[in-house]
C-alpha cells in the first residue's frame, strides 16, 4: 500500500482502516466498545472536517476566490462531508444505546 499523504490537522488522503480493524481479537467479542472506538474516530474526523471547513473559507476570503459548488448548489464539499460525518455519527449513537440495551445494563 502507498504511504498517506497528510493533508494537514488530522487529515489524511485514503483510508487504512475498516471498521473491523478497530480492535483486536479481544474487542470484537465487546460491540459496544468496537462501536464505541469507531465513534470516537467519526467525532475525530467531524473535528479536522470543521477545522477544514474554517481554514477552506478563510483561503477563500482572503484570496478573493469562491466556492464554485457552494456558488451553485449553496453547500460546499465539505459541509456535505460534515453532515455526512454527523449523520453517521448519530447511526453509532443509536447503535451503541441499542446494542447496551440488548447486552444489559453493567455488561
Known sequence: MPPRKTLGRG?????????????TVADESDPVAETAEVRRKAQA???????ARAMSEAHLASSSERDHLCALTGRSSLDNAIESTRRMI???DRHIEMVSAAVGPGK
Open 11 to 23: 487529515l489524511s488522503s485514503g483510508v487504512t482502516e475498516s471498521p473491523r480493524s478497530v480492535g
Open 45 to 51: 474526523l467531524l473535528d479536522s472536517l470543521i477545522d
Open 90 to 92: 448519530a447511526t453509532l
